[in-house]
């Protein structure tokens, strides 16, 4: 028995949402089971009464609003644990066709990779300016240099998740989950691919690029800060390198100086020198204790991802022998 679980993170989203809903399948080729799962991310309109109109499955709501990277995870932790084999994420405001879904989840079915990307024809949507296109190129470029991944559309939300994937995901960005669940994927050696997909017109402008500033300076912090979490010793030996090297520099020119007798105007030099080598080691070892600190997240990473194996297929297990025992009962 193979389960699909839609997941849709919602925020105010009561005049969208239902034509989204309206339009997702409830069966597809390869699935015994397709559910839907609206992750409420402190709405105060009317979303929770339009998601149960439609008949959505499960239903998760925030106490209050904690943007869209804390709705995503919530909503991959409740299909985890609603059994989903396969979860797909899409947006609230239909950006993402329906009908993209069987092709979104064929690389899974075949196990040739655990998450799926969504790859939008960037070029070709009309609401996109060119700007908004050339920062889009250039940030997905940057996510694939850092995560060491071939992934065209990086902040592309329309995304297929393995149960064993989603289980291993952990963000720490309370912004966007883009492009920090594409680096994370990379850094761990998940496979990840993209398909091509299409787009319907824009429905309402986005809520997450409300000022192209703002989200440069949010995804430049995002990916630096998961390029450190995941690969410190690298992070911090470039940088103590180049403390240290300039400092070395320095000193030579010091040194220079020194030998040919004119070292008398040039001790500001050799204290500067000293200062930046001094930096340059003491970073160098806050690198290894944050190497050594990496390897026991990883670690806790590994327990945890072990512990929802052994608990949540049991949980499952367990409702499966209630319901035939219930069966078993009603038929006696």
Known sequence: ????????????????LG?????????LPGIDTVEWLVVDDGSDDATLDVAR?????????????QGLARAFIAGLDAAVGAGADIIVNTDADNQYRAEDIPALIAPILENRAEIVIGARPINDISGFSSLKKLLQRIGSWLVRRISNTDIPDAPSGFRAFSRDAAMRLNVFSEYTYTLETIIQAGQKNMAITSVPISVNDETRPSRLIRSIPRYLISSVITMVRIFVTYRPLRSFTMLGGLFFAAGFLLGVRYLA???SGDADGHVQSLILAALLMGIGVQVLVSGLIADLISVNRKLLERIDWRLQQITLPRATQDRDHSSDKQTDESGD
């Not at 034509?19 to 069966?27: D, G």
Request: charged fraction near 20%.
């Open 257 to 259: 100086f020194f030998f």
């Open 53 to 65: 109109e439609h008949g959505v499955d499960h239903i998760v709501s925030l106490p209050r609003h």
């Open 1 to 16: 028995m193979t389960k699909l679980i839609i997941q849709i993170p919602c925020y105010n989203e009561e005049k969208v």
């Open 19 to 27: 034509n989204t809903l309206s339009q997702l399948p409830r069966k």
